[in-house]
């Protein structure tokens, strides 16, 4: 009788294995952390921010920026553009493209933001970057989070919705950017070319950074390309869904050799 109960609070405790949720990967963010809210507006953007302190990258110092809704946060502009160009652009544009590609946050989804000092926030991010980048010296004083909530494509016929996640953060001399990727269910708006019902195929969607100097820029591998919508399963950190760049003097480490695979109608990997 007795292993025949052992049996069955083994079996309840196998059943009841609950999965890893979104917070070990994401930084707290929503209305309760006190963020604040992009209008909903396609193609839309939050207002000029002003940052305490200046954020360094490719060099150059920058004291305000733009959260985007498609995607993107821009230093100097804001960026409306949906469908995606090749980096590096042209137009002297610097930014940070987290997920860069048509929201539509009118359909669906939020787009929080907010600066921070929180003791608890940085002494996370400072534990975090000093796992990955054991060889630079660094304590975060500073962050920044934009988060995007289950945002709908521009079109959109679906209940789809992407959740990323960027956060900025410096000591006012190093600089680092963190890219979450928590759930990707779609690449493209019906204005890009792509599916209205599916999210996909057209110009997909673009991760990466542009330094604005028409020569250094990084593109995560799978952007603009199809596989983009398995960025969730790839990392130069060895955290599933996790990019992590020094962008001061912007550096790239642990990138993969292997382009991330792409999975056909069957969910067969080619």
Known sequence: MKSFTFLLLLLEAVVNVQPVQETSLFYPYGLDQKDQKNPKLDDGSSKKLSLAVPFTFYNKKFQTLYVNN???ISFGSRVNQYTPDPFPLADGRSFVAPYWGDVDNVLGGDVFYRETTDPELLG?????????FPDIPFTATWAFVATWERVAYYGSTSNKGNTFQAALTTNTETSFI???YKDIQWTTGAASGGDAETGLGGTPAHAGFNSGDETNYYN????????????TKTSNVNVPGRWVFQVDNFKVTG???EM???????????
């Open 260 to 270: 991330p695979k792409i999975a056909d109608s069957n969910n067969c990997w080619l």
């Open 124 to 132: 996370l991010i400072t534990k975090q970057i000093n796992q990955y």
């Open 178 to 180: 963190i890219l979450n």
């Open 255 to 257: 990138v993969p050799t």
């Open 220 to 231: 995560i591998p799978g952007s603009r390309t199809d596989a983009v919508i398995n960025i």
């Open 70 to 72: 498609n995607g993107v």
